[in-house]
């Protein structure tokens, strides 16, 4: 008896970290985004060029790679995590200015960010809901990844616009397929670290976001 009370109240207190960690990682999110779309349009206001994105962009990189993973377990994770998604926001200026140049720029950018809101939400609450586990993706992202990169470094050289369509395309999907992978390690408590789990997450739709623009524009006919 005393051991299947000890069982009990195990699964109780894991159901309640990985629902702490589930609510302040979207928590986190929620605060990421918006203060990503404030520095997006303060560098659309200042009109930044594509030069300055670049540099913000590498910025946000070498964050992400040397300042993120040292301090995922501090309170300087949460600094880091906003300096990396404000930055990433704000290279977004030129792109989204350069879009909106367009005569139909406004509805592009619309969209994609409907678009990129109804991925994001249908999914994550797939994964909340259904609580099934989408480990079983991991290998496939990866290769999947993998390829992608390879191919956009190829398309560098050759800059064809079929493949550049092929190429986010196959980012949208990745990207669709990480925000189900990651929400699942979440739900089923193998993610235990909701800055980490907020940064991926963030990257996901990021992604989704850049892709889902081109793709949309070039379909109208504007890219």
């Known amino acids: 008896m005393a051991d299947y009370q000890n069982t009990v109240s195990q699964r109780a207190e894991s159901a309640l970290a990985t629902?702490?960690?589930?609510?302040?990682?979207?928590?986190?999110?929620?605060?990421?985004?918006?203060?990503?779309?404030v520095t997006a349009v303060l560098s659309m206001s200042l009109n930044l060029g594509h030069g300055a994105s670049l540099i913000m962009m590498l910025a946000a990189i070498g964050i992400l790679w040397f300042a993120l993973p040292r301090?995922?377990?501090?309170?300087?994770?949460?600094?880091?995590?906003?300096v990396f998604t404000g930055l990433m926001g704000a290279s977004l200026g030129p792109i989204l200015n350069a879009y909106l140049a367009l005569s139909n720029g406004a509805s592009i950018v619309a969209q994609a960010l409907g678009g990129t809101a109804v991925v994001t939400f249908s999914l994550s609450a797939y994964a909340v809901t259904t609580k099934k586990d989408f480990s079983?993706?991991?290998?496939?992202?990866?290769?999947?990844?993998?390829?992608?990169?390879?191919?956009?470094?190829?398309?560098?050289?050759?800059?064809?616009?079929?493949?550049?369509?092929?190429?986010?395309?196959?980012?949208?999907?990745?990207m669709s397929l990480l925000i189900l992978f990651d929400t699942s390690r979440i739900v089923n408590g193998g993610e235990t670290n909701y800055v980490r789990a907020t940064v991926g997450l963030y990257l996901s739709i990021y992604n989704l976001f850049v892709h889902l623009?081109?793709?949309?524009?070039?379909?109208?006919?504007?890219?």
Do not use: C, E, Q
Not at 213 to 223: E, R
């Open 19 to 37: 629902n702490k960690v589930l609510r302040n990682t979207y928590a986190l999110l929620s605060m990421t985004l918006v203060f990503s779309a």
């Open 71 to 82: 301090s995922y377990n501090s309170s300087m994770g949460l600094v880091w995590t906003f």
């Open 136 to 174: 079983f993706l991991g290998g496939f992202v990866m290769v999947g990844l993998i390829v992608v990169l390879v191919a956009m470094l190829a398309n560098l050289f050759f800059a064809i616009p079929a493949v550049s369509l092929a190429i986010s395309a196959g980012v949208v999907l990745l």
């Open 213 to 223: 623009l081109h793709l949309i524009a070039a379909f109208t006919g504007n890219d």
